[in-house]
């Protein structure tokens, strides 16, 4: 077994997912004799993520996948970082299929560091918009067993980057074309869906509290009114957490008749862990 180097993980989680499956790794990591730090990419900047990068030996990318693609404000992070060379592993969570959904953020960090290992985990699905009706679920007994496969696919990871042994999952060129065929119509209509996103004012008491949560200042809080600014990433944060379920997509507002949108991946989930 080699000595591990110095790991810095940087990830970003709108509804949790990720952020639950960066801390199984770092346990493990740790568990392994690692020296791991992780951040949320919405607690640093590109000047201490490059800091934090040239102090390290190994750096950790970690995203929820998104139409087959990276979030955008994941694709910001990653541009803006400098060149470093180091060897990196990068992980997304997914619903069900991304096809090429780790590989897709060699478009991003090729020309920046090694990409030594990649891996998808499927994770419970966080879209429980009205709009679109795909099956979700709150039920931490069912959440519990789709985390627990999660887990040992994340074991196996690790054991993978602790012996050196890269593996690179959906760099084929079929996992390529199969993302591609979901990523392409995602990318081309981006624009429209992330507009979706608004509050109902007859359902909202002005708390502030999706304006506090949004990673991207989408949502502006003026007097007795919630207006949007077009950055949405469609993370769902707002859409999950609102107190009051006052938030839209496409219109919609949520059924109470489904349960309460997806509230994350653990009991008593807290969005502003990860700002
Ligand atoms: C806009 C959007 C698009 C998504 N696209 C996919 C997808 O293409 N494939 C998939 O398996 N899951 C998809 N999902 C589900 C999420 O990737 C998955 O639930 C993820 O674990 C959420 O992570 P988070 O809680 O860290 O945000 C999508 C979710 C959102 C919000
Ligand atoms: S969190 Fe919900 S209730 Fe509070 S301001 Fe936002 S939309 Fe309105
Ligand atoms: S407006 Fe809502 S869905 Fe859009 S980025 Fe902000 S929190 Fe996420």
Redesign the pocket.
């Known amino acids: 077994m080699i000595l591990l180097k110095k790991i810095v993980i940087f990830y970003f989680?709108?509804?949790?997912?990720?952020?639950w499956a960066t801390g199984r790794l770092t346990e493990y990591l740790k568990g392994m004799g690692a020296d791991v730090t992780f951040f949320s990419i919405e607690q640093v900047d590109t000047e201490l993520s490059d800091r934090l990068i040239a102090g390290c030996g190994t750096v950790g990318f970690g995203y929820?996948?998104?139409?087959?693609d990276v979030p955008e404000i994941m694709k910001d992070f990653m541009k803006d970082l400098a060149p470093s060379g180091k060897d990196a592993f990068v992980y997304c969570?997914?619903?069900?299929?991304?096809g090429d959904g780790a590989r897709v953020s060699a478009e991003f960090l090729s020309n920046k560091f090694r990409i030594k290992w990649a891996e998808h985990f499927a994770?419970?699905?966080?879209?429980s918009v009205s709009a679109i009706r795909l099956p979700y679920t709150n039920d931490k007994r069912r959440i519990n067993k789709i985390l627990k496969r999660a887990d040992r696919r994340i074991k196996r990871l690790v054991l993978k980057i602790v012996s050196e042994k890269p593996f690179l999952r959906g760099f084929s060129a079929v996992s390529a074309c199969s993302g591609y065929i979901?990523r392409g119509p995602f990318r081309y209509f981006f624009g429209r869906l992330r507009n979706d996103i608004n509050v109902e004012i007859k359902k909202c008491n002005f708390c502030g509290y999706c304006v506090k949560l949004c990673p991207v200042s989408n949502l502006i809080l003026d007097g007795n009114t919630v207006s949007t600014l077009g950055s949405c990433i469609?993370?769902?944060r707002c859409y999950s957490f609102c107190p009051r379920m006052a938030v839209t997509y496409m219109k919609k507002l949520h059924n109470p008749e489904r349960g309460d949108p997806y509230r994350?991946p653990v009991d008593g989930f807290d969005p502003e862990l990860m700002q």
């Open positions: 989680s709108g509804t949790g997912n990720t952020w929820p996948i998104y139409g087959s969570t997914q619903w069900l299929w991304s994770m419970p699905n966080n879209v979901q469609m993370c769902l994350g």
